[in-house]
């Protein structure tokens, strides 16, 4: 699976993290690295307002951490990635809880999941290793657990 990710739309989502934290951006990334690890996933995560000198991108394995300078947005880095995808942009879930955002990924054809559902699949699977969440029988799957499901079992998602 591969993601674009809103980093700060997540850092606020994630217990431990938090924006006012000097260091959160790395701490995120270090995150999102275990995750890649555990799943083979290729993450790119976008982060606005860098300081000055930090502008730019950084390769960590798996993980691309994209720092756009001050002036601009992620959330406009973002769409403007989406457009460089063209039609492989479906085979990418974007991670993000911003509407403008989420609209500019189904335009694109991409998927999406909020944030709040993937900090809880990020938090489960490096709990669990790289084993998926147990549910209880009546417990229902959230969107982003389903989406991962029919990709690991590659059927088409079907809407109702």
């Not at 591969?2 to 217990?15: Q, V």
């Not at 994209?66 to 063209?86: E, M, N």
């Not at 709040?116 to 699949?121: A, G, Q, R």
């Amino acid at each position: 699976m591969n993601y674009i990710i809103d980093g700060h739309n997540l850092i606020a989502k994630i217990p431990g993290l938090d924006l006012r934290m000097p260091d959160d951006e790395q701490r995120l990334v270090e995150l999102l690295i275990r995750l890649g690890r555990q799943g083979r996933h290729k993450m790119e995560v976008y982060f606005d307002r860098a300081s000055v000198g930090q502008a730019g991108e950084h390769n960590y394995g798996l993980v691309r951490a994209h720092f756009v300078p001050q002036g601009q947005s992620a959330d406009d880095a973002i769409r403007r990635r989406l457009s460089t995808l063209g039609r492989s942009a479906k085979t990418w879930v974007v991670v993000s809880s911003d509407r403008a955002v989420q609209a500019a990924a189904r335009e694109a054809h991409a998927q999406v999941c909020s944030a709040e559902d993937f900090s809880n699949l990020l938090q489960a699977s490096l709990q669990a290793g790289s084993a998926p969440p147990v549910h209880a029988a009546d417990e229902p799957l959230t969107e982003a657990e389903v989406r991962e499901w029919l990709a690991i079992f590659k059927e088409p998602h079907k809407r109702k």
